[in-house]
């Protein structure tokens, strides 16, 4: 079981999907839940809808992972074959300085390295300043306008981090690029699989959302596709158990190995307070460890999905992952593995009384 799932967060954390550019991962997790779903379909903008069918049609759950990851565009091609990009989703200038990316082209993927100008010829007051993103660029080697169109470089191609999946020492943690939101992507893969030899009541609705990390684009759309009577999003959160972070610098402490996390608030969205309950009691009477988030920034597709039409009541359930954003994020299997209890659990208990319950207790 261990193999299959590192097989599967591999595979997930690998393929390429930034925002906008989802065709690749959206393709694999089409081949993963062609054959758990009962349906499987898209909206236009090219979320994916697996529905999976319980014994009571008449209550919808949503669960929500965004597919696509950070990652940078293309803008233009230097008369000396560099290549200016921008980024698509959040960056941090600090984590980009000489690492490598890959850039999709028509003829296929080319390996770059991110590049500014020297330390070597900055003055003291450019050195004491961070490098802004404007002034750096992409260096496939080349050393013309012409070599680099001839690699088959173009205005518009995506271009990802290069990292590559790996298992730590402690045959606990992991280490990859796209942990946000794969890890949320493989969860409803696995929840999927679970459910084929589990009772459920209500039908699930696993969703792959599209350009969340720009602005929680495909969890607009997808919503209206789905039209839930409840809804959980499942992302990542960022682990704080990292040295430097003062008790008050945050809101909330979250750690490697202690279990998913529960939203208590974000940016974009506060939980709807009965159902943020029922999951903690889920996970009380299962015996499933738990963590708060409480984030003042941030938000995940719950943000846009609870505001739909009347409301739709909504959680946000996570996983730890320290350096978030960046090229590669670590995270600990044990939570994972937690997530992925509570969610089945979750979705077990929700039926039409369950529901109705939800819906007087506001």
């Known amino acids: 079981m261990k193999e299959k799932r590192l097989e599967l967060l591999k595979t997930l954390t690998e393929t390429p999907g930034v925002s906008g550019f989802e065709a690749p991962i959206r393709k694999v997790l089409k081949d993963y839940l062609s054959h758990l ?48 990009f921008q980024p698509l989703g959040g960056w941090w200038e600090q984590v980009l300085l000489a690492q490598r990316v890959e850039i999709l082209t028509g003829k296929g993927r080319l390996l770059g390295v991110i590049g500014a100008k020297s330390p070597h010829i900055l003055s003291a007051e450019e050195r004491s300043k961070p490098v802004k993103i404007k002034t750096m660029y992409i260096d496939i080697g080349s050393t013309s306008r012409e070599e680099t169109e001839q690699a088959g470089i173009r205005q518009g191609d995506p271009a990802v981090p290069y990292s590559a999946f790996h298992l730590c020492e402690n045959g ?5 690029r796209a942990l946000d939101n794969r890890l949320g992507c493989a969860l409803v893969v696995e929840l999927f699989e679970e459910l084929k030899d589990i009772h459920h009541q209500g039908t699930i609705y696993g969703v792959m959302t599209v350009q969340e990390e720009v602005g929680l684009r495909g969890a607009t759309t997808s919503v209206d596709v789905v039209r839930p009577d409840l809804a959980i999003a499942v992302d990542v959160s960022v682990a704080t158990d990292t040295p430097g972070i003062r008790d008050d610098d945050i809101a909330s402490r979250n750690y490697l190995g202690k ?20 999951v ?35 959680v946000v359930i996570g996983v730890p992952v320290r350096y978030i954003h960046d090229h590669t ?34």
């Open 37 to 84: 779903a009962t349906e499987l379909t898209a909206d236009n903008l090219g979320s994916l809808v697996a529905v999976k069918k319980g014994a009571d049609e008449g209550v919808k759950i949503m669960v929500a992972a965004h597919m696509d990851e950070v990652g940078f565009l293309v803008t233009s091609i230097t008369d000396d074959g560099f290549i200016k």
């Open 259 to 278: 279990g998913p996390v529960i939203g208590f608030y974000d940016a974009s969205m506060i939980p709807h307070t009965p159902f943020r309950d029922l």
């Open 280 to 314: 903690a009691q889920v996970a009380e009477e299962n015996k499933i460890p738990f963590q708060v988030d409480v984030m003042a920034g941030g938000g995940t597709d719950a943000g846009k999905i609870h505001l739909f039409r009347q409301g739709v009541p909504s």
């Open 329 to 362: 994020g670590v995270a600990h299997l044990d939570d994972y593995q937690n997530a992925l209890r509570l969610l089945t659990a979750l979705v077990r208990a929700i039926d039409s009384g369950t529901l109705q319950r939800l819906r007087d207790s506001i």
């Open 172 to 176: 606990k943690s992991i280490m990859a």
